[in-house]
């Protein structure tokens, strides 16, 4: 007689991460025939999370900011796999505080294995040389306050590259067109930890729930592929057929193009990954032990190019998220200015009158 199915909750399943975990054990039938996905949504009855019905997952509400209901959405689980979005709530405490609720939930309800997505305290890696990466910083102290409390319940910590989506992102045109690659950075050879998370997450966050005892304490670093700025222009251009150039600037520089509220994170966000590997310098000689962990009959992590071709055409016709954010940058100017000349206009009339 089979063992029954263990229950797997995962949070974030309809983003990259959490779909990887449901990806996986839906298409793999040995691991299907040991476990069920239950997927934690704020709206149960959405169209995404009846998609995710349908493909066999099971689905249960929960507020990362409610206790009670994060206790009901992990109960009778073998194992979680918890992660925090930063950029939908902008807030250091306020992730540390979700990340310690998921965490306290799951020791409540007496879930085995609880898997954290998390990232190194960028502060401390860098030595204080990239000191605004509050989305790296608080996952890291989320991770340092798991493994401190986490009694006979087994921690693991899965720590993703720099995702493959957000690369046409970076890209940016010059004024004839041309797409170039801009970054604040003095070298285009450092090693880049790349990830396709929905295709490659799951391989390895599903190989940690397997091994059990064995990941207990272990952090991985999740990398579908190492590569660098230069290989990056030199494959988009491979792909596409057109040129692609390259152009490292000063952080100053960088920061002058975009909205002050995100020109620090955002170029800091780039130099963790092109200066410090992500996980630090060195880690890429680290990755073989990593992959490892890899769930078993699983297939091997996409490649840069594979990636690239797999998602053209490449035309770079359209904008990119950085030329939007430069042009919020010129429209808030604009407003300024328009807002100031208003300003004098009605102060000149005042003493007019």
Known sequence: M???RKIITVFGANGNQGSGVINIVLQMQSLSDKYIVRAVTRDPSSAKAQTLVARGAEVASGDLNSADSLKAA?????????????????SYDVEVQQGKNIFEACKAEGVQHLIYSSLPHATRM?????????HYDSKAT???YMDANKG?????????????????????????????????????????????????GGKYIMGLFE??????????NCVSSWTNAREIVQTLEKVSGREVLLKNVSQQEFEADYPENIAEQLTETLRVAGEFSIFGPGAKVLQPAFDQWLVEGSEKPI?????INENGPWNFEGTTFLDNLAAQKTKHFETVGEQQAEETSAQREAIAT
Do not use: C
């Open 74 to 90: 992990v109960r009778g689980s073998y194992g979680v796999f918890a992660m925090t979005d930063f950029w939908s709530i902008h």
């Open 303 to 307: 490649s840069l190019e594979q990636w």
């Open 211 to 220: 091994a059990g005892s064995k990941a207990n304490g272990v952090t991985l």
């Open 142 to 144: 989320v991770q340092a």
């Open 152 to 200: 006979d319940m087994y921690t693991s910590f899965f720590r993703p590259g720099m995702f493959l989506s957000f690369l046409p992102n970076l890209l940016r045109k010059t004024a004839d067109g041309t797409p170039i690659l801009i970054l604040p950075l003095s070298s285009d050879s450092t090693p880049w930890p790349m990830v396709d998370p929905p295709r490659d």
């Open 2 to 4: 089979s063992s029954p």
């Open 126 to 134: 860098t030595r204080g040389v990239l000191p605004h990466l509050a």
